[in-house]
């Protein structure tokens, strides 16, 4: 009984649509051009001049955003315009 209890908590943030009157209500965050967003998505957010990682989240049955963390995430590497000084000891 202890474990479908504690499963039950654990899954509950997946079941976040809910039916109301019969009807299902779809719980999501948008981000600022109004795409949509699951619960539980990451996205960076910039509020009054800071930058910050947040995340979709429930919070008295309202869909929001949490701030995960300062500054954002980045897949882009700064590119040097110049040569290496010595590439002689690099295999290719």
Excluded: H
């Amino acid at each position: 009984m202890n474990r479908l209890l504690l499963l039950a908590l654990v899954a509950s943030p997946a079941l976040a649509d809910a039916t109301i009157g019969g009807k299902t209500v779809e719980c999501y965050c948008t981000d600022k051009t109004g795409s949509r967003l699951e619960l539980g998505e990451m996205t960076c957010l910039q509020v009054d001049g800071k930058m910050f990682m947040a995340q979709c989240q429930m919070s008295l049955n309202v869909p929001m955003w949490r701030k995960i963390s300062d500054g954002c995430l980045s897949s882009s590497l700064p590119q040097s315009l110049r040569p290496t000084i010595n590439s002689g000891s690099i295999a290719s």
